[in-house]
Nanobody, 123 residues
Framework: VQLVESGGGLVQAGGSLRLSCVAS??????MGWFRQAPGKEREFVGS????????DYVDSLKGRFTISRDNAKNTVYLQMNSLKPEDTALYYC???????????????????WGQGTQVTVSS
């Protein structure tokens, strides 16, 4: 499975961005989004099960970030609204090949990772 993120960029505080993650190969997996700011560890943002019927988010981002997927396009999305400078990070999507109905949050559970897309929020 190969994952390719896109949609990052520079945005002003309060703005929105939608990240995309296109997967090649078998895609009936739970998918997650993580982010890593400079000097910090990679942290969980949210995840979605294979059907899109369940999502999970880190508490601090609930209400601002939304994950969805279109399996016909092998694509997972991360809609980010009301962006803040502290959202600046490299955003990664990941796939957990052992999970279908679950929404895993632990980084170690994910088997495949994209290369990341940079999001920079200016104040």
């Amino acid at each position: 499975v190969q994952l390719v993120e896109s949609g990052g960029g520079l945005v002003q505080a309060g703005g929105s961005l939608r990240l995309s993650c296109v997967a090649s190969g078998r895609t009936f997996y739970a998918m997650g989004w993580f982010r890593q700011a400079p000097g910090k560890e990679r942290e969980f943002v949210g995840s979605i099960n294979w059907s899109g019927s369940r999502t999970d988010y880190v508490d601090s981002l609930k209400g601002r970030f939304t994950i969805s997927r279109d399996n016909a396009k092998n694509t997972v999305y991360l809609q980010m609204n009301s962006l803040k400078p502290e959202d600046t990070a490299l955003y990664y999507c990941a796939a957990d090949k052992t999970a279908t109905w679950d929404t895993p949050s632990r980084r170690a559970l994910y088997d495949y990772w994209g290369q990341g897309t940079q999001v920079t929020v200016s104040s």
